[in-house]
């Protein structure tokens, strides 16, 4: 879904005659906007999935009747051959690569009041689809999302977002490995 994703963004931007460059993905210092990314990446990792996901956790626990629980898929190490490449291409090029689409397709038609609504709506929708990690958990992940959102809005770099998501995501899968073999 995520390759279909990523063909459907590509096929329409050009449409429009643009390409991935009108997004902010450049080759002008591309190593330092991932390693700046990826420093971000590991501060969001800290307040979010540490910080805020463990209090909204808290609030909001996870109802014992909706099936597996998320950290159930981190119980064989060997699986991170599986994981590592979904959270770095799923979630830090592809879902980002949709955030920031659908914020400057907003804000194309709308200015700054779409741009808005694009993190809105964007951040929103990225909180949901986590929601079967439990309330507080799609909570954070919003939060995070609108985060992210700005982390692309401060150069208009879709790689320093990119590789932020993507950080966060690896850290987090090996930190679910990690916790349920200990």
Known sequence: SKCIM?????FLLRLGDEGF????????????????????????FCLFNVGLASILGGLFPR?????????????QPSNLWLWLPIGIFGGGVVEELERIFVMTRF??????????AGIVLSSAMFGYGHLYQGLGLAIATGVSGVVLALVY??????????????????L???????LVQH
């Open 107 to 116: 804000e194309q038609w709308k200015g700054r009041a779409g741009l808005v």
């Open 63 to 75: 109802p014992d009747d909706t099936g597996p629980s998320v950290m159930d898929y981190f119980r």
């Open 21 to 44: 460059d009108q997004l902010g993905v450049s080759r002008q210092a591309w190593l330092r906007h991932l390693a700046i990314g990826a420093g971000i990446g590991v501060a969001m």
């Open 153 to 170: 809005l401060r150069r208009r770099s879709a790689l320093e977002a990119i590789a932020a998501h993507a950080m966060s995501d690896v």
């Open 172 to 178: 987090a899968i090996l930190a679910a490995t990690f």
């Open 6 to 10: 990523l063909g459907a963004i590509y």
